[in-house]
């Protein structure tokens, strides 16, 4: 009698809908810990602080040169450049410590219109 040519492997994976798609979720105890922050969280914040420096070294005009650029509308860019303007303790938490906000990116974006002083209860309460 012949050994079995086949293996079979069972990965418990989920299926989640982001953004109206579908994603392979693996199981968390797979997956590298993050710190608990949303990876969305970090790129809005990255992504506000190359828009700030093209715009202070002139690789871009304006806010409405960057958008086309980017492929967003000029109100999402400039929603989102707020994100650079973040308190650094309030980054300084976010990006080192890795404390995930209690509130949404677009909602980060408007707490960063407050005093920096403001800002650090605002955003972790």
């Keep these: 009698m012949s050994a079995p040519t086949t293996m079979r492997v069972f990965i418990p994976l989920t299926i989640r809908k982001r953004n109206g798609r579908p994603k392979i979720v693996p199981p968390a105890d797979m997956v590298p810990d993050a710190g608990g922050l949303d990876p969305h969280v970090l790129k809005a914040i990255a992504k506000a602080w190359s828009w700030r420096r093209k715009l202070e070294s002139g690789a871009a005009a304006t806010l409405a040169d960057i958008a086309t650029a980017e492929g967003v ?3 999402y860019a ?4 707020k994100l650079a303007y973040l308190a650094p303790a309030a980054l300084e938490k976010l990006l080192i410590a890795r404390v995930p906000p209690a509130v949404s990116v677009k909602e980060l974006a408007a707490v960063a219109e407050l005093r920096w002083v403001e800002q650090e209860a605002a955003v972790f309460e």
Excluded: Y
């Excluded at 400039?78 to 450049?81: A, H, I, T, V």
């Design 73 to 75: 509308t000029p109100a």
């Design 78 to 81: 400039g929603r989102m450049l």
